[in-house]
């Protein structure tokens, strides 16, 4: 009789811990449920939740290198000069910082948490924004709101960038664009546009031999030329 009440005591802190694991895994593949990250919220990003928080938190480490490299150094060496020559350090650490932070975001008068989102086919909220990102073909936007849409194609892409990424001034076919074509460069594209805290360049600058051409007050307004220095 021992026995079978050990054993059934057991048995059951088994199943509730399998169940635990179970509810997780199924909470995690859900899209109507806003997940936080710090003070980021994930939506409808389903079974990419957690691959997204972890890019989000590389992001924020390779952020706080380069703040520390910045402070450190100063403007003084040859990659911050090459993307932001003549540039106030605190202005570049100063979007890194915010990226880091998360602050609220005012929309309409109202704070409103940073939300990363996963435009789909199947969300009733989120069908308008996914049409948008296959109709155009993007792979994130920024709509001037809390939010950064990452569409399906980003999700398809490498996570990191890689150093065969890495061009080499006198390839002139290169533009750098695979450094920018991974899911961690997109998405700190996208946040540099929401915590630029100026207007960012019209019309943007993508490739990085054409970011490296910028003048000062061009290059810290223009998002592609902080992912490039990062990536």
């Known amino acids: 009789m021992r026995f079978h009440l050990v054993y059934g005591k057991g048995l059951f802190k088994y199943i509730l811990i399998a169940l635990f694991f179970a509810s997780h895994v199924v909470a ?44 450190s150094a100063g403007p003084s060496t040859e990659t911050y000069n090459a993307f932001f020559r003549g540039v106030d350090p ?3 650490t100063g979007v890194f910082r915010r990226i880091i932070a998360g602050g609220n975001i005012m929309v309409n008068g109202q704070p409103q948490h940073p939300s990363i989102t996963c435009p789909h086919a199947n969300h009733p909220m989120l069908r308008e ?6 109709g155009m073909k993007r792979f994130a936007y920024h709509d001037e709101s809390q939010f950064v849409f990452l569409c ?15 061009v080499r ?3 002139s076919k290169n533009r750098g664009i695979s450094l920018l074509e991974t899911q961690f460069t997109i998405l700190l594209h996208e946040l540099v546009h929401v915590y630029l805290n100026r207007p960012n360049l019209k019309p943007e600058v993508y490739g990085i031999f054409e970011c490296l051409e ?12 902080y992912a490039f220095y990062i990536a």
């Not at 490498?158 to 990424?165: F, G, S, T």
């Open 214 to 225: 910028l003048p000062p007050e061009k290059s810290v307004a223009n998002a592609g030329s």
């Open 28 to 71: 995690q593949s859900r899209t109507d449920i806003f997940y936080p990250s710090g003070n980021y919220l994930i939506y409808g990003c389903g079974a990419s939740t957690e691959a997204i928080k972890a890019i989000l938190g590389q992001v924020h480490q390779h952020l706080q290198k380069a703040i520390e490299t910045i402070e």
């Open 90 to 92: 605190k202005i570049v």
């Open 169 to 171: 001034r006198t390839n």
């Open 129 to 134: 924004h996914w049409k948008l990102c296959e």
């Open 152 to 166: 399906p194609r980003t999700l398809r892409l490498p996570a990191y960038p890689n150093v065969r990424d890495c």
